[in-house]
């Protein structure tokens, strides 16, 4: 591609659009790329000493440009795309399994990376640029299919503009980015875009907002517990997996599964469907796995230690009541609230913890450029339980949560899941929680 939206990748020749971001304006970085070997510029204002075309709106114009440059390559490529709060990364993940396991090549775009074929490639984003997405569309060339989270942010910043997806799924809204979107109305306008994009609309009926979703235009297909076009109308729930029955078309098919939790059954039925779109086999479903971080388990004399990714209010809630169906003794939690992002479910998501768990660990997730304090004190302010203790090193509240568990006990350990990182301050810095468990199960 000789289009680019970071200055440093600028080589001599190149075409530099400057994009506004969440943290970054481009426009800041024009005169990087004219020094890098930018032969023209795309901007919004200013005058520059090379070729410079000022546009409305650069991320239309970009979105446009590659349209008219590269489509072509790749509208052969079936594209599958999910957005909600919850769910996004072990649904997609779940679909991408299953069409490779029966035998059709699939690419995954999401929180946990790229995944194509044997390659993964980390990812700065759940999804990344509109530039990024095209630059691995064109590396799925030769694919079937293109699984891909879409966030509300990439909705509402364009990302996915003119990508015609096949199948759009929408999984649930919940709080979650109230610093960045005005309120839960603008939040639901904003992953509604989507499905201006959709061919089918697999859509939630059990979520209140499951009507912002269904478009007279599109082929909808809903789903749900007791209602729905697939309906769960029967499970159980286990500390290895689940059975689940799922009936649609008047007729009746129970399912085994690794996966735990109740939750999962709805993010399984969303795999179900997409199967039955696409006309595949569906008893692929029991060989799936979770991915790393989501709803992972771990035993250490005669305790679960459960790692999963939940960092919203609902996710939180949906581990813990999971776990409840077949805990035998004490549930202890260990979980924080990010720095520099949405501050109102921090007290939501403390009181959850101390109210369904008997013991809870406040911790670093993230703090970023906020101090940890404030964090802290945003999440027990307001809260009335007192079984909670504040420990603002993670690996050592991860330790003291293993210590704190006996025989037939459940911990908890929540917010990260898969990332292997700890941002304190502008500083990244190694750290896995899955890591942090086997050290201390293993000692």
Same mark, same amino acid.
């Given at each position: 591609?000789?289009?680019?939206?970071?200055?440093?990748?600028?080589?001599?020749?190149?075409?530099?659009?400057?994009?506004?971001?969440?943290?970054?304006?481009?426009?800041?970085?024009?005169?990087?790329?004219?020094?890098?070997?930018?032969?023209?510029?795309?901007?919004?204002?200013?005058? &520059?000493?090379?070729?410079?075309?000022?546009?409305?709106?650069?991320?239309?114009?970009?979105?446009?440009?590659?349209?008219?440059? =590269?489509?072509?390559?790749?509208?052969?490529?079936?594209?599958?795309?999910?957005?909600?709060?919850?769910?996004?990364?072990?649904?997609?993940?779940?679909?991408?399994?299953?069409?490779?396991?029966?035998?059709?090549?699939?690419?995954?775009?999401?929180?946990?990376?790229? &995944?194509?074929?044997?390659?993964?490639?980390?990812?700065?984003?759940?999804?990344?640029?509109?530039?990024?997405?095209?630059?691995?569309?064109?590396?799925?060339?030769?694919?079937?299919?293109?699984?891909?989270?879409?966030?509300?942010?990439?909705?509402?910043?364009?990302?996915?503009?003119?990508?015609?997806?096949?199948?759009?799924?929408?999984?649930?809204?919940?709080?979650?980015?109230?610093?960045?979107?005005?309120?839960?109305?603008? &939040?639901?306008?904003?992953?509604?875009?989507?499905? =201006?994009?959709?061919?089918? /609309?697999?859509?939630?009926?059990?979520?209140?907002?499951?009507?912002?979703?269904?478009?007279?235009?599109?082929?909808?297909?809903?789903?749900?517990?007791?209602?729905?076009?697939?309906?769960?109308?029967? &499970?159980?729930?286990?500390?290895?997996?689940?059975?689940?029955?799922?009936?649609?078309?008047?007729?009746?098919?129970?399912?085994?599964?690794?996966?735990?939790?109740?939750?999962?059954?709805?993010?399984?039925?969303?795999?179900?469907?997409?199967?039955?779109?696409?006309?595949?086999?569906?008893?692929?479903?029991?060989?799936?796995? /979770?991915?790393?971080?989501?709803?992972?388990?771990?035993? =250490?004399?005669?305790?679960?230690?459960?790692?999963?990714?939940?960092?919203?209010?609902?996710?939180?809630?949906?581990?813990?009541?999971?776990?409840?169906?077949?805990?035998?003794?004490?549930?202890?939690?260990?979980?924080?609230?990010?720095?520099?992002?949405?501050?109102?479910?921090?007290?939501?998501?403390?009181?959850?913890?101390?109210? =369904?768990?008997?013991?809870?660990?406040?911790?670093?997730?993230?703090?970023?450029?906020?101090?940890?304090?404030?964090?802290?004190?945003?999440?027990?302010?307001?809260?009335?339980?007192?079984?909670?203790?504040?420990?603002?090193?993670?690996?050592?509240?991860?330790?003291?949560?293993?210590?704190?568990?006996?025989?037939?006990?459940?911990?908890?350990?929540?917010?990260?899941?898969?990332?292997?990182?700890?941002?304190?301050?502008?500083?990244?810095?190694?750290?896995?929680?899955?890591?942090?468990?086997?050290?201390?199960?293993?000692?």
């Amino acid at each position: 591609m000789n289009i680019q939206i970071d200055s440093r990748k600028v080589k001599k020749g190149d075409l530099f659009v400057a994009l506004k971001t969440l943290n970054h304006d481009g426009h800041d970085y024009v005169m990087d790329a004219i020094k890098n070997g930018a032969s023209k510029v795309i901007v919004e204002r200013g005058n &520059y000493p090379i070729e410079t075309e000022v546009v409305p709106d650069t991320r239309e114009y970009l979105a446009s440009y590659l349209k008219e440059h =590269y489509y072509e390559k790749i509208k052969h490529l079936k594209l599958i795309g999910m957005t909600g709060t919850n769910g996004k990364t072990t649904t997609c993940f779940c679909i991408w399994q299953a069409l490779n396991l029966l035998g059709h090549s699939c690419a995954y775009i999401g929180t946990i990376g790229f &995944y194509k074929k044997e390659f993964v490639k980390e990812l700065p984003n759940t999804t990344p640029e509109l530039l990024d997405i095209y630059e691995m569309l064109l590396e799925c060339e030769d694919m079937e299919y293109v699984v891909m989270e879409v966030s509300s942010h990439a909705l509402s910043m364009k990302r996915v503009e003119y990508l015609p997806f096949e199948i759009g799924i929408f999984s649930n809204l919940t709080e979650d980015h109230l610093d960045y979107h005005k309120n839960m109305e603008d &939040y639901a306008k904003a992953k509604q875009q989507l499905f =201006y994009q959709v061919n089918y /609309a697999v859509v939630n009926l059990d979520d209140p907002y499951a009507s912002y979703f269904l478009f007279d235009q599109n082929k909808n297909i809903t789903y749900g517990f007791q209602k729905g076009d697939y309906r769960i109308s029967s &499970y159980r729930l286990s500390n290895v997996g689940s059975k689940f029955t799922v009936e649609s078309h008047n007729e009746k098919t129970s399912y085994d599964t690794k996966l735990l939790g109740k939750h999962n059954l709805m993010n399984l039925v969303c795999v179900l469907i997409v199967l039955d779109i696409l006309k595949l086999n569906k008893e692929v479903i029991s060989e799936i796995r /979770a991915p790393r971080g989501r709803m992972e388990t771990f035993s =250490y004399h005669g305790n679960l230690i459960v790692l999963d990714y939940a960092h919203t209010p609902d996710a939180e809630k949906k581990v813990i009541e999971t776990v409840k169906e077949f805990s035998k003794g004490k549930i202890y939690i260990v979980i924080g609230c990010g720095g520099d992002r949405d501050p109102y479910k921090r007290p939501i998501m403390a009181k959850i913890a101390t109210d =369904y768990c008997d013991y809870a660990i406040f911790t670093n997730d993230n703090p970023r450029t906020e101090d940890p304090k404030k964090i802290f004190y945003d999440m027990t302010a307001s809260l009335k339980n007192r079984n909670y203790q504040i420990i603002e090193n993670r690996e050592k509240a991860i330790e003291t949560g293993i210590q704190k568990c006996q025989k037939n006990d459940i911990l908890l350990i929540l917010g990260k899941g898969h990332e292997n990182y700890q941002l304190i301050g502008n500083v990244k810095t190694h750290f896995d929680d899955k890591e942090m468990i086997l050290k201390y199960t293993r000692s």
